[in-house]
């Protein structure tokens, strides 16, 4: 079996999985350099580093790999550790890296106005594909998006039926007026997307909240919900909205482990249904393609 077909096929299907490979030998082993195994998010396997239990270990290693997507380098030396006495008997040492294999990072943006357009683009330079969605068809609409993966003109309720966003999806949120951008937040809670992000005032943000919890959704559904959506960078212009939006995506997608400096009311308020909607304004305000 082809691993780098099967590499593909991965990516292809969305899924997740990881790739050890022997970059470093001495003495004795019952493979080669470079031997190279696939390890599937479902556990299955393709290729071989030796077998035995040096690659039951590199199996388990394979998992964390996937979990956090970080590589590491797993080192075994096979003359002095007697559990290698059942498969890699061969008295020598080597060391293994394992990579992950990611689907390509995915980001739907609700809306096709100037916030939509600025973030397409800078999204298309910073390895995320596009899917744009918006109801009206001047907007949404190949010249505008051209290398966008799919263009959807269409209502938002018949376009969620068409769209099946997975763990390495991404949702922006950034409609012409506030009920469009509830319907797409009430829709987006609901899936298993790894980022949700809405634009708009923390007025708006709690109001929403607040008029969806009151409809019956799950408070516990917001607590991953970025808005305001972006980094607090004090973007104005679409353009530098779309920026501040991209770092935090970046950020989500790389697992950043410090401290950032978000305007995400739902990041920092924990009692959610007791908030004032008239408590806090945000940082960026509504542009004014919200109002086309």
Known sequence: MDIYEEIVKLRQQGRRGAVATIVNV???IPAFKTAKMLIREDGSISGTIGGGCVEAEVWQAARQVMETEK???LSFN???NPKYD???????TLDIFIEPILPPALLYVFGAGHVALSLYRVAQGSGFEVVIVDDRESYASRERFPEAREVIADDFEHAFARLTPSESSY????????RDDMRCLRWAVGTKARYIGMIGSKRKTIAIFKELVAEGV???LFEGVHAPVGLDIGAVTPEEIAIAIMAELI?????CERTLPHMSWFLTHKSLVDADPSSETATV?????KKV
């Not at 949702?171 to 506030?178: A, S």
């Not at 950020?251 to 697992?255: E, N, P, S």
């Open 26 to 28: 001495r003495g004795s």
């Open 71 to 73: 590589p590491r380098t």
């Open 78 to 80: 096979l003359n002095q």
């Open 86 to 92: 059942t498969g890699l008997v061969c008295g020598g």
């Open 171 to 178: 949702i922006v949120i950034v409609t012409r007026g506030h």
């Open 218 to 220: 799950a408070a516990k």
């Open 251 to 255: 950020a989500v997608r790389r697992r």
């Open 285 to 289: 305000e509504e542009p004014e393609d």
